[in-house]
């Protein structure tokens, strides 16, 4: 099956540093990416619609200059937090939509990111 | 937007069957999802209704009623590893483009 590599898995950072986030699929296109932060016992929440070659579609209430995505390739999308502080940490995923998807195909996701903030 | 409701949490013995519903509002449906989540992981693919029905697939099977906004997942044979999140996602092409909004999840607990 399909496969979406997300690294790093965990990381541990100081507030103020920026992270980044690759999110890369590795035996398929993707046009599209999804970014989705997801808090502790609560629901994926989705940040942005990444597109292959524009820029990216945020959710309301998601600061674009704090999480920047880029997806240059159809192979890799990133999400940089900058200037983090704690109350970015949380879990964050992406998954990936494969450039033949059907109207039934289902998304492929990433192995999650948990960034803590100290 | 879209209004998804499942219950919070539910529990049950090892062995035996749990249905977890969900019911949905969308501007526009392509679809329903559910997900499986254990703690710390990503999601894992579970199932895909578009049709109405009943989708039978190994253990679990899913139904859709999309005049009534409508789908339950449904467990059989419970097994301890089934304790996890389980996530209703439909996909509301009303949005314009592929993408899902998660319920908050079903937490599972199957006991011995």
Redo the contacts between chains.
Sequence with gaps: GAVVS?HPSRVICKSGTSVKIECRSLDFQAT?M?W?RQFP??????MA?SNEGSKA?YEQGVEKDKFLINHASLTLSTLTVTSAHPEDSS?Y?CSA?PLQ?T?????F????T?LSVL | GQNIDQPTEMTATEGAIVQINCTYQTSGFNGLFWYQQHAGEAPTFLSYNVLDGLEEKGRFSSFLSRSKGYSYLLLKELQMKDSASYLCAPWDSGAGSYQLTFGKGTKLSVIP
């Design positions: 997300q599209t999804f989705y016992k609560k629901s994926l929440m989705l619609t579609t879990f995923i939509r998807a109207t039934n195909e289902k998304l996701f990433g192995s999650g948990q």
